[in-house]
């Protein structure tokens, strides 16, 4: 219990010194220019607003977790500063209560934006950020913790500003003892835990700094080197004593489309940091409870005097390296009160090499889990973004680099998926058929021309990159061999509005071609790709309507052509004439009208039909009261012989789709047929089971296709 009160004790001093050297840059760049006299302002609203974001945690569902002020809601606050008060004039209120007054209602309305994202669920969007992407960013909030890390030791950060004071004075002791520090740092990391190395690191180098430097001679030991200044002459001022008017008002409606953008950037950040903390921290955060203490906190901290925060990576990461927990962060908030109230003398004693190596420690483990660990894990090119967002970031800001790494990360993303397998199948009629049960005759006439009718079916979702290579795949077919084209996009996932130019193109090239083209679409889509409703053109909602109608205009123009189908016949076609003759005395017509039943479902039957013209479809009824077709049965086909041979009640009603003509046969007849013409019968036998066996395939492979 000890060491654990021990390790959070010294965490929430490292996170509280940390934290005040933030505030103060952070101070400072907002308070630049004609506000730089009031950076003791600044530096006081930093360290509010760092007080309370270190106790965070406290009140979130991980403890180690810290918010406070973040670089990117800082940068476009000094941004919005230094717009408003090279602007504004000199109003009433003065150049002070203008950029305080800004600040304020700025930090209200982005914390409102928060609570309103929450309110309708639109933090869970960041789910769909790509990995290479959160990477990068954790690889950029190392690099920026490295470079914060040699600004604090030398004023050397990895920008050309610090090359040049580097190059101007490349003698820096402080700068090489912090990176013999990291070494020995890394070194007791190895040897034992984080909780004990790092408050024995701090301590041991804090005693070893102030002998060394405060007994040695002061030319080679300059203390402002060494050490931090004291931060004197802050002030606090609460929100109720800004002075308003009417001048200011019009300032703040004409900033409102710069506070829309804070709120955006600083939404963006928060859902970023805690995507990235997830990664880092192996487990998930709820992201709309973020969101909503992030929003009630803001008011706090407006409240109080302070500005807009956000969650920040950096400090969270060293919390929870540090071995911090709930108690860090009162002693965080409590190191940021003390010196707003007077005590930043004491960071006098503080060495700029303990607080600066340690946060160089850090980002290099970071660098290296997020930059050179992942590039094993991930695809070169993935991890090209995740260098290319590093370097965005480093030019440009985080936020540059986000927006980088997500188009970079869209582009590779269209780029491979449309590389992906997309045809799900690549057949002809004459290898799929439709649930349209026929007589031999047109079996025969489908298997002999169904290779004419080419068929693709595809899946996935069909965007331009896609809709592309199906265009390439229409093209690659044979023009004098396949006359007709089914496109089958009931497996597709969506068709994207980028995909219909392509698909038009092949519409046109078969209508210019006078040659059919059905396809399996959605309404919505089948009236958009209908080409001016050329006849020539077929929509449908289902496969089988489409495989169907692909048939009957194979079947039509086989007609057409001379090569028609010949007529049905009930015995096969390699049944004599005289058996027919025979056979055809044992039946009796059946006529119906569209809509009559031949049978009903469960109803008990001895008969079987043979469908001399026009067509049925079997039908069986569902749980909710409709009719669900399971096929359709055409000239030449036969039906219900099941009932003849078995005796069971019907499984499926029967209902002719058109005036049909039939015979019928029932089993009192084949029992006289079996006695008095038992070859004819043996015949019948044969049909039957040809017939049965040529369903059970035909049901098969499109069990097997729909699987596929």
């Not at 669900?628 to 078995?646: D, H, N, P, Q, W």
Request: hydrophobic share 50%; net charge neutral; charged share 15%.
């Amino acid at each position: 219990m000890a060491t654990r009160a021990l390790a959070q004790l010294s965490s929430g001093l490292i996170l509280g010194l940390s934290s005040v050297i933030y505030a103060v840059s952070y101070a400072a760049l907002m308070f630049s220019g004609p506000l730089a006299r009031y950076v003791g302002y600044g530096i006081a609203i930093c360290l509010v607003t760092a007080a309370i974001g270190a106790m965070y945690g406290r009140f979130s569902e991980e403890p180690t977790l810290v918010s406070g002020p973040e670089a990117n809601t800082t940068s476009v606050l000094a941004g919005i500063l230094a717009a408003a008060v090279a602007t504004g004039g000199a109003h009433a209120s003065g150049t002070l209560n203008q950029a305080l007054t800004i600040l304020l209602f700025a930090s209200v309305f982005t914390s409102a934006c928060f609570l309103l994202i929450e309110r309708f669920h639109l933090a869970r969007l960041v789910r769909f950020i790509p990995f290479q992407v959160t990477a990068g960013f954790l690889a950029s909030t190392g690099w920026l913790m490295l470079s914060g890390a040699l600004n604090i030791i030398a004023g050397t950060p990895l920008t050309l500003q610090g090359l040049r004071a580097f190059i101007e004075q490349p003698w820096r002791p402080e700068l090489a003892a912090s990176i013999g520090l990291v070494a020995i740092l890394a070194l007791m990391h190895q040897f034992t835990s984080a909780a004990l190395a790092i408050p024995a690191f701090v301590v041991g180098v804090t005693i070893a700094v102030n002998i060394a430097v405060r007994t040695c001679d002061a030319a080679l030991c300059d203390p402002s080197i060494w050490f931090f200044a004291a931060f004197d002459q802050l002030h606090w001022v609460p929100p109720w004593d800004l002075q308003f008017d009417m001048a200011l008002l019009y300032t703040l409606v004409e900033l409102l489309p710069s506070f829309l953008a804070l709120a955006f950037i600083s939404t963006l950040t928060i859902l970023l940091s805690m995507n990235s903390l997830e990664l880092s921290y192996g487990r998930d955060f709820r992201l709309e409870s973020a969101l909503r203490l992030h929003g009630s906190s803001n008011f706090l901290t407006t409240l109080l005097g302070g500005y807009v925060g956000a969650i920040s990576i950096a400090r969270s990461n060293l919390c929870r390296n540090t071995g911090g927990g709930p108690f860090s962060g009162f002693v965080s908030a409590a190191v940021c009160v003390g010196v707003l109230l007077g005590l930043g003398s004491l960071l006098a004693w503080v060495p700029r090499a303990a607080l600066g190596a340690l946060l160089m420690f850090m980002g290099l483990t970071m660098l290296r889990q997020w930059l050179w660990d992942v590039r094993t894990s991930m695809r070169r090119s993935e991890w090209v973004q995740v260098v290319g967002i590093l370097v965005c970031v480093v030019a440009f800001g985080y936020v540059v680099g986000f927006l980088a790494g997500l188009l970079a990360a869209c582009i590779f993303f269209v780029v491979n998926y449309s590389r992906m397998p997309f045809i799900a199948l690549d057949t002809t009629i004459a290898s799929v058929r439709s649930t349209v049960i026929r007589g031999a005759a047109e079996q025969a006439r489908l298997a002999e021309l169904g290779e004419h009718c080419r068929v693709g079916r595809f899946k996935g979702f069909v965007f331009f990159g896609v809709a592309s290579a199906i265009y390439d795949w229409y093209r690659a077919g044979d023009p004098q061999k396949h006359t007709m084209v089914l496109l089958d996009f009931s497996q597709a996932r969506g068709i994207d509005p980028s995909a219909l130019a392509v698909l038009e193109k092949i519409v046109r090239n078969q209508t210019a071609l006078e040659r059919h083209l059905v396809l399996v679409v959605e309404p919505a889509l089948a009236r958009k790709l209908a080409g001016g409703d050329s006849p020539l053109v077929h929509s449908f909602e289902d496969f089988d309507q489409a495989a169907e109608c692909a048939e009957e205009l194979i079947l039509a123009q086989a007609h057409a052509t001379g090569t028609g189908v010949m007529p049905s016949v009930l015995l096969g076609a390699d049944a004599p004439a005289n058996a027919t003759e025979v056979f055809r005395r044992y039946l009796e017509p059946v006529e119906l009208k569209a809509g009559d039943y031949l049978f009903r479902e469960g109803q008990h039957s001895d008969e079987m039909y043979f469908v001399e013209d026009g067509s049925l479809e079997v039908v069986k009824a569902t749980l909710d009261g409709r009719s669900l077709r399971l096929c359709k049965v055409r000239s030449g086909a036969i039906l219900g012989e099941m009932a003849l041979y078995t005796g069971q009640p019907r499984s499926a009603s029967a209902v002719a789709v058109e005036p049909s003509t039939l015979s019928r046969l029932t089993r009192e007849a084949r029992e006289r047929l079996q006695a008095e013409h038992p070859a004819v019968a043996g015949l019948l036998d044969k049909q039957v089971v040809m017939g049965l066996a040529s369903n059970l395939s035909r049901t098969n492979t499109l069990l097997r296709l729909q699987v596929g």
